[in-house]
């Protein structure tokens, strides 16, 4: 069983329709693995098809897995990719033994960054000093190995001495299809992500399209001669000995050495250190720019914060439509909760915020931050929320089983993304069906995640104020005691469901003329063997046999791009 750590089904290069040239091409490349064999450093790189149907995939194994392990991962990486993603033309997926990337771009030898994964280890060293001098040293002397000339795997796996207990164990790795300075650069970038990621923790993983890095105090690596053919590395390499002339040296000389060698090693870690926290500094500065609008930009996009483009107001603040340039669309949170919390904090919580990605999450694309005005700037999402369909009676009839189907399980993703498969875990707290915005083909994108960092409130007092304890998609222990995790996110979520598949909100149940409490209602039917009479009538009478509702009513046919009611 392969252990994934990460996975990407991005937007931005579009997606294709089913059965369509694209999808053909992809299936072919995504099952020409197997029959690859020549396979040279864990490396594969397979096309197929023309122009923009084009299918370009690359495979990548760690540099010390064998073949057949190799294989194994870079199968079961195809197989679960092509589920996770639906119809994405580009896609990435990450293992602790390999990764894969599909897309229509000619990606070949073009060294990528974005998107960028971390983790880490949650045990802290002791000696921070001592280790990150270590770590930086050793992260350098592995860098410059993988990328220099002779290294045709760009692959490069060593350890170094903290104290005299302790070791880092590192590796360091690029696509080989990277020229030197291409691979050099690649790495550069993310060695510079380690202090964010992975300060004063004994272990972290830096992961990008074209390179990666990783280090631990626990050897996870296979011991194998970096730059042995592939398929031959299995064999343990043989320990090192020293060079017979150095057994043999007196002692006098063998202190001369030592000074010199530290007295060299210690000028290379200055140098390095240096290196290394001014490509840090200037990282991090270039990603919050790139993230941080002006204040005057966004008032002239959103004519002033006038009425006429607000979209709503929240618990955090109004939301207004905005346009950049001649066609950016986004929509503006203006925060209106004074949360005490500080800039720098304000701008960390963000860069991590906006890291979260998925297909089914509103991507948050930047912030600004000028005098009192917080605003949270995020991609706008063109058909409202699901609360303005679902309970609405004429909108409703848009949403069929298919499209309620689609909505419940983008949700699911998107929730299972937060909980268990980004870098940070978010538990929501507010999930409704007005936080779950509809895009133009009415795939779910749940937004305000994330919010209690970004404002920097106590999850519990924020989110209870702002429910007012009573809107009943609280689960009891959270509701009653202020207890949450990620089992009140599941239990909002089952009220949500419910919700989608009777049509009808949690808060204003009617069965007939009487009011009910829709979860009772539920769970009593649930009992009653007599489940089927919660599902919404304008869904038709009943499941197929296999579980599938179909609607027997025609419904109003959809514009391919919904506008905003
Ligand atoms: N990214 C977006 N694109 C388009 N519309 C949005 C976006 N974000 C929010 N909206 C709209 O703005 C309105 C207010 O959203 P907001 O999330 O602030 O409030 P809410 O969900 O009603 O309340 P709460 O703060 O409790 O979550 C909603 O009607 C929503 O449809």
Redesign the pocket.
Known sequence: QQQRFYYFCLETSGSFTRSSTYEANLNRVLSSFSSNTENDYGFYNISSGQGSDAANAIALCRGDVNSGDCLDCINNAATELRNLCANENEAIIGYEKCLLRYTNRSIFGVAETNPSFYMWNVNNVTDLDAFNQALIALMDNLSTKASSGTSRSKFAMGSAEVAASQTIYALVQCTPDLTGPACSSCLSQAIALLPSCCNSKQGGMVFGPSCNLRFDIIRFYNLATPDTPFRRRSTPAPPLSLPPSMHNTKKKGKWIIIITVSAAAFAVLLISSCIFFLRVKKSKAKAEKSLQYDFSTIRAATDDFSDANK???????A?Y?GTIGSEELI?V?RLTTNSGQGDLEFKNEVQLVAKLQHKNL?RLQGFCLEGNERLLI????PN??LD?FLFDPVRRAYLDWERRHKIIRGIAQGLLYLHEDSRLQIIHC?LKA??I?LDAELNPKI??FGMARLCALDQTQSVTS?IEGTNGYMAPEYALHGQFSIKSDVFSFGVLLLEILCGQKNSAFCVGENVEDLLSYAWRNWKDGTALKLVDPILGEAPRTEGKFSTTKKLPALTNNLTRF
């Open positions: 979209l709503g107001q929240g618990g955090f603040g939301v439509k929509a949170k509103v995020y991609e706008f999402v409202a929320s303005q507010n007005s936080n915005l937004s305000d702002r």
